[in-house]
């Protein structure tokens, strides 16, 4: 996919360092909140397509319909809805894992000062949704799900955000981008070791024995990103067979893609301002560049440097950042956001009694009221309690221009469970009942939170800030 320049020509002489170091994140931001624009339409269409005439096709395109893999004596079989959930997810893991890299080496995860506030937050606003649920649950099988509350879903929360324009600082922004990402981490660590049933320790070494290969490669400079997502393939293969859920394979993958440059900024200003310079004594103006062997020689000189003075790291998430935003994601919200709401039409199984009883009766049972709890209660209290103690104990400080109000507006946010709710929800419930209840839970938590987080929001004051600053 093209992307046109991150910054016009004619606006480069006007940028400070700090604008350099902000453009990632801006990037980011930027793609996060379009995609989950398109992340609610999409949501929304596989809600009316579950519980139209059409249903029962619903059911069938997604977990019915089967793609088959072989490879010598190997050989997968698994459904379309399969696919996107273990193949094209291990690539929107691996970008988040892309992410969370960045922000530990460069961005604001960096300092511990600063990184202190949200990982903090982020930890409280794991712990409370997990225990309110365990409370609701304890004693019972659906306690499997105590991970469901847990997540945050970086796309809506962010798109809440940019849709309310000024009535929010900037620092908000990063504040709740930077939540997200650790919320995201915690979210992969629980899959990994909470939702393994089985381990296969031959697969597991072979994947280690590939995870080490990788590492290898980075330590000794490969910069090539074919080489890593050839390796990374039989990575996810190995990760697939040890009984580790495969989509680990992609966090796994962005811990071993290099983040350093070739080309540091001094030398990358030196070495194209004198090839610019052999450009211009190369030839005269006017004269074919195609027939000039100097000036190529000179535009494939600058062409070097300025892939040395990226980092793989950088290259790759920007490749795939588009990709993940506007199609993996919104592609598994309208494979899972499906749920049979009542009987009469979707799949088969919605004619069975646990379904046809209506979605009342999905959001009373102990395990719904404790995934809608965990998100409407346990997230912003245990975002705002945490923050609130760090603060207090001059652990951190709040983001430039974030109050109070602000805060608690992003703790209701960060109750928007969604894409890894959901997923997490088809890790712990195998069964149609109790995963089409976990389902509409989420769906219900996730939008009660983000409105009464929205109505917090948009009845402050707008913010004045100083745009050159960002």
Known sequence: MAHGPLVRPEELGAQQPVDVLLRPLRRFLRFEAAGGILLLVMSGLALLWANSAWGDFYHYLWHETKLTIRLSRWEIAW????????????????????????????????????AAVP??????????????????????????????????????????????????????RVFLASLAIIDDLGALLVIAIFYTDQLHLEYLAGAAGVLALLAGHNLIGVRR?????????????LVYKSG????????????????????????????????????VRSGEQGASIVTNTRQQGAVKAIETYCDGVQT?????????LPWSAFLIVPLFALAN????????????????????????????????????????????????GATWLAVRLGVGVLPDGVRWRHLLGAGFLGGIGFTMSLFIAGLAYPDAAHLNAAKAAVLGGSAIAGLIGAAILMTGAPVVEDDSAH
């Open 79 to 114: 459904s379309v809805g399969h696919w996107i959930n273990d193949l094209l997810m291990a690539v929107f893991f691996l970008v988040v894992g892309l992410e969370i890299k960045r922000e530990l080496i460069l961005g604001e995860l960096a300092s511990p000062k600063k």
């Open 119 to 172: 990982i903090i937050a982020a930890v409280g606003g794991m712990a409370v949704p997990a225990g309110l649920f365990a409370a609701f649950t304890l004693g019972r099988p659906e306690l499997r799900g105590w991970g469901v509350p847990m997540a945050t879903d970086i796309a809506f929360a962010l798109g809440a955000l940019a849709v309310m324009g000024r009535r929010v600082p900037f620092g908000l």
């Open 244 to 279: 580790v859920h495969s989509t680990i394979a992609g966090v796994l993958l962005a811990a071993t893609i290099p983040a350093r440059t070739r080309v540091d900024g001094r030398e990358f200003v030196s070495g194209v301002r004198g090839m610019l310079e052999a450009f």
């Open 337 to 384: 956001a499906g749920v049979v709401i009542g009987g009469g039409h979707g799949a088969d199984e919605a004619a069975d009694p646990a379904h046809a009883a209506g979605l009342l009766d999905m959001l009373l049972s102990p395990m719904s009221f404790g995934i809608i709890t965990g998100l409407v209660v346990g997230k912003p209290v245990g975002i705002f």
């Open 312 to 320: 793989p790291l950088q290259k790759i998430e920007y490749a795939l």
């Open 225 to 237: 990103a074919h080489v890593y997502f050839v390796w990374g393939a039989v990575l996810w293969f």
